[in-house]
């Protein structure tokens, strides 16, 4: 078994670093193809908008000099290098997604719920003050958006599944039913999910999806890619065979998307 791929790493065109300080890290993790997918938000409204000019995420207007850029490192390094995007998703941006995804013609797209009626669920701010009960049903919109991006077709990759987890005030709600839920829309989807190593060495701990949500999705015999979800290039060093240990466990190879 080993892990020749990574679908999802990130560069300064959102908020990983330098594109060649990247390349580097996969080179020096052994792969043979990266995938770029930094982040991307469509949606039109205020709050959405707002968030994407602080946080300085541009890709929906910059996308082109990236890839001109990718270009240009291809003879660089021996790497297969891969345009692509981590789009957020959110049911009500699907026709926007979908022209934006026609018009810019990324190599595959990685899709994220990132938000839940516009609250990010990585952050514990928009959550402290709703009670367990509200925190629970931000929990199953959570779960409801997944089902609705694998039925959506738009995507080739499902990211980090279980996002909600790496949050102490969301972690825990996740139940069997969510698991099942998402399993069977993936079983009858072209969308696959990743495996996704981006907080299995920081405090989390865990993979995405976590090992009873693997299970199911694995149960309905639907495929599974792999995403170190690198932002530096040491990180691409490090997850890399930590992933390739976990495939190895599973028995599993990862599935190529491109
Ligand atoms: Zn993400
Ligand atoms: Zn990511």
New binding site residues.
Partial sequence: MSITHDY?V?SNYSDGEFLWKMLRGAEAAGLDAVGF?D?CNVADRESMRLEKCQLGFTLDETYERRRAAIESFRDSFDLTVYDAV?MDYDPRDEARIEAFLDEADFDYAVA?VHHVGDRNVQSKGPFRDLSEAERRVVVDDYFDALVALAESELFEVM?HPDLVERNPLLRGFATDDHYERVAIALAGSRTVPELNA?RVLDDYGEFHPAPAFLEAILDHDVSVTVGS?SHRPEEVEKRVPVLKERFAELDVEPVRIV
């Fill in positions: 999802h990130h997918a982040h981590e994220s990211a981006g979800d």
